[in-house]
């Protein structure tokens, strides 16, 4: 069977059908990710704000947890944890966060805590799913979350 075609239109032959280069391209831009980024900052009140960027999984969490570390160090830290620019989170994040949290909140009498702020649907459901949004306080505004830490 043959093919005609007018311009941008069929292949005109069979190995035309192979080889066609024409057809109109769909919506597929290449999507990356933020480059993975932990940013630490001390605010007013001595609240430590850590803020992740990009995809937190088994590879990018050891940077994370070295930032998490230096803020939990002292038991009655004020950490709120900002994962509004965060795209994804794997298991290795999930984990991360729930240890830093229950270092925070070990039941010996310190005073830590750690509050979470994502407006990010997708890791917002993956908070919810895991249960995580049911033992750590989690805000959509990062000011609503430095507020329950200033309260």
Known sequence: MKYRTTLGGAPQNQSDAANRTDSPA?????????????????????????????ELDMNTAPELERALEEAIADPDAAVMLDLCDCEFIDSTGIALIVRSWQRLDGGDG??????????????????????VESTISLHERRDAALAELRA
């Open 26 to 54: 769909i919506a597929s831009a290449a999507v990356s990710p933020l480059p993975f980024e932990v940013r630490k900052e001390t605010l007013d009140g001595g609240v430590e704000a850590i803020k992740v960027l990009g």
């Open 110 to 131: 310190s005073q830590g805590r750690l509050v979470l702020c994502s407006h990010n649907h997708q890791v917002r459901r993956l908070l919810q799913i895991t249960g």
